[in-house]
C-alpha cells in the first residue's frame, strides 16, 4: 500500500484527502476540511488564498506520512508574483463583476467565432483571457513577472518549482486544444504575454519535493514529492468516473454542473460554439466536451439565504412537490451573482408565465427539476455536436449523493444513472499519483479499480421523457 495525499479545493470548501493504493483496493478517507470563503474588500471580491495554503499545510499535517502530494481546484484563476516571486495580492474571484463588457472589446479584435475556433472553449464571462484584458492597466499586472493558476501557485508555494498544468491551462481560453499548446495567435493580437506563464506541465509530471520549511511545518519526513494531476478538479473528477467502454456522458455535479462527453479530438464547428459546449483537456490528451450550468449553486445560495436548514428535510419535501410545474434556465448568466437567490428564482418564474414556486420546497424543486433539465439539454446536445452516442449517464460530485436529482436526471434523459464516486475529483487526483508512481495503469485499469472499490447507485427511468420535453419547450418559447 501506497499513500497519497489529494488536496482538493473548491469554491466553498477545501480538503485533504488521503488515498491508499494497494493491489484491487482504492481507499479514501478525509484528513482535513476547511472553509473557503471569499472576502469583499474595496477592490473586489478576492480569494482568501492565505487561508487556503494554511488549510493545505494543516491538511498535510494530519495526513502523516505520504508517498507523494497531488492539488486540483477549480479553474480559470489565478496569482501574480513579482520578480522575487513574491505574490502581489489576493487573486480575484471570478464572479467579481470586474470582466462585464470585457467579452465584446476582446471581439472587437478576435471575433467570437475566430476565438472559438482557435480555443474551443465556450463563453463565460470569467475566463482567464477576459480576466487578463480587464486588468490589462492595472499595476499589479504591470508589475507581475509570473502568473500561476491557483493549483500551481500552491504547488510554488510548496516545492518552489513554478509550472502551468495543461487541464487547467486549457480554461483560459489561450490553449489550442488540437495541439495541447498555446494559442500564440489569440495571446498576440489581444496582447496578452504568454512570457507570464511557467512551462506546461502534464498530469503524471513531477512538479518538485516540498520544501524543507514545509516539512517542518508540516511534521512530514522528507523527501516527499508533489506530482502533478488533473489539476481543474473536473479533469481529476472526469478521470474517476468508473465507466465501461466509450458510450458514456458525465456530470461532474457541485456548486457547478459540467455535463458532457469525454472526446480524442475537439468539436470547433460552429455549431457547437452556438451552443456554448466548450472543449476542455482531459487526461491521456483526452478532450472534456461539456457544457457549464449553474449547478447547485442555485440551492446552496438558498440555503444559505434561509438560515441553513436541514438538507435532508428539504429534499424529502421537495420529493412531495408536483413535478415540472415551473423551470428556470440553469445555464442562465443571471444567477451567476450571490445574493437574493429565491427571489430571482420566483422572479425568472414570474416573468416566463410559470406559477411562482413560493415555498421553500417548491423553490427546491424548481432547482432540482430545472437542473435535470439542463442536464438533459447538455447530454442530448452533446451527443449530436459530437456524433457520439451514449448509453450510460455518469453522475460523480456530491451531486451524486442528493439522490432526488439523480432520479430526476435519468428520468430526464430516458437512460440510466450511474451515481458516485461522490469525492470523484480528490480520488482522480489518487489515482494520477498512484499511476505516476507505477501502481495503476491505464485510464481502463484505473476506472476499473473504481467500479470495484467505489459505492455505487444505479437509477433507472421512470415513464416517459414526454413531460421532460414539453418543459423544455416551455423554456425555449420565452
Known amino acids: 500500500m501506497k499513500s497519497y495525499a489529494a488536496v482538493d479545493l473548491g469554491a466553498s470548501s477545501g480538503r485533504v484527502m488521503v488515498g491508499r493504493v494497494g493491489p484491487d483496493s482504492l481507499d479514501l478517507t478525509e484528513a482535513h476540511r476547511f472553509p473557503n470563503r471569499p472576502v469583499r474588500t474595496p477592490e473586489g471580491l478576492r480569494w482568501d488564498i492565505l487561508a487556503l495554503y494554511a488549510g493545505v499545510l494543516d491538511g498535510l499535517r494530519a495526513a502523516g506520512h505520504v508517498d507523494s502530494v497531488g492539488i486540483d481546484s477549480w ?31 476582446v471581439w472587437a479584435t478576435v471575433p467570437a467565432a475566430e476565438l472559438y475556433a482557435a480555443t474551443g472553449l465556450q463563453y463565460a464571462p470569467f475566463n482567464t483571457l477576459y480576466q487578463l484584458v480587464a486588468a490589462r492597466s492595472s499595476a499589479q499586472l504591470a508589475h507581475a513577472k509570473r502568473l500561476l493558476l491557483i493549483p500551481d501557485l500552491l504547488a510554488y508555494w510548496l516545492t518552489g518549482e513554478a509550472g502551468t498544468e495543461l487541464t487547467n491551462a486549457s480554461t483560459t481560453q489561450l490553449i489550442d486544444p488540437r495541439t495541447g ?5 489569440v495571446a498576440a493580437r489581444l496582447g496578452i504575454d504568454l512570457e507570464l506563464f511557467a512551462p506546461l506541465r502534464r498530469p503524471g509530471d513531477p512538479a518538485g519535493l516540498l520544501r524543507q520549511s514545509v516539512l517542518e511545518e508540516t511534521g512530514l ?50 455549431a457547437s460554439r452556438a451552443a456554448n459546449f466548450t472543449n476542455e483537456l482531459g487526461l491521456d490528451g483526452t478532450v472534456r466536451y461539456l457544457r457549464n450550468i449553474m449547478g447547485l449553486w442555485l ?67 424548481c432547482i432540482l427539476d430545472s437542473l435535470a433539465l439542463a442536464h438533459r439539454r447538455a447530454v442530448f446536445e452533446a451527443q449530436e455536436l459530437a456524433d457520439h452516442p451514449v ?18 436526471t435519468a428520468d430526464a434523459c430516458g437512460l440510466p444513472v450511474v451515481a458516485g464516486p461522490a469525492e470523484a475529483a480528490a480520488l482522480g487526483n489518487v489515482l494520477v ?37 414539453a418543459a423544455e419547450n416551455r423554456l425555449t418559447a420565452r
Open 299 to 365: 440551492l446552496q445560495e438558498c440555503v444559505r439565504e434561509w438560515g441553513n436548514p436541514d438538507l435532508a428535510d428539504l429534499l424529502s419535501a421537495a420529493a412531495e412537490v408536483p413535478a415540472l410545474r415551473s423551470v428556470v434556465d440553469a445555464g442562465d448568466a443571471a444567477f451567476l451573482a450571490p445574493g437574493r437567490m429565491p427571489s430571482r428564482i420566483a422572479d425568472a418564474c414570474r416573468e416566463s408565465g410559470q406559477p411562482v414556486p413560493e415555498s421553500r420546497a417548491e423553490i427546491t424543486r
Open 391 to 408: 448509453d450510460v449517464v455518469h453522475i460523480v460530485g456530491g451531486g451524486a449523493r442528493n439522490a432526488l436529482l439523480c432520479r430526476l
Open 75 to 105: 479553474a480559470v484563476d489565478y496569482g501574480l508574483l513579482d520578480a522575487d516571486g513574491a505574490l502581489l495580492g489576493n487573486p480575484a474571484h471570478y464572479r467579481d463583476p470586474r470582466t462585464q463588457g470585457v467579452a465584446e472589446q
Open 221 to 270: 519526513t522528507g523527501p516527499v514529492p508533489v506530482t502533478t494531476v488533473g489539476s481543474h478538479d473536473t479533469a481529476s473528477a472526469v478521470a474517476a468516473v468508473p465507466a465501461v467502454g466509450e458510450r458514456f456522458a458525465y456530470i461532474c455535479t457541485g456548486t457547478w454542473s459540467l455535463a458532457g462527453l469525454e472526446l480524442t479530438a475537439p468539436v470547433l464547428t460552429e
Open 181 to 185: 499548446d498555446w494559442s500564440y495567435d
Open 433 to 469: 499519483q498512484a499511476r505516476a508512481h507505477g501502481q495503476v495503469g491505464d485510464r481502463a485499469e484505473m476506472r476499473g479499480l473504481l467500479a470495484r472499490t467505489q459505492p455505487l447507485t444505479r437509477y433507472e427511468p421512470q415513464g416517459t421523457t414526454a413531460a421532460w420535453q
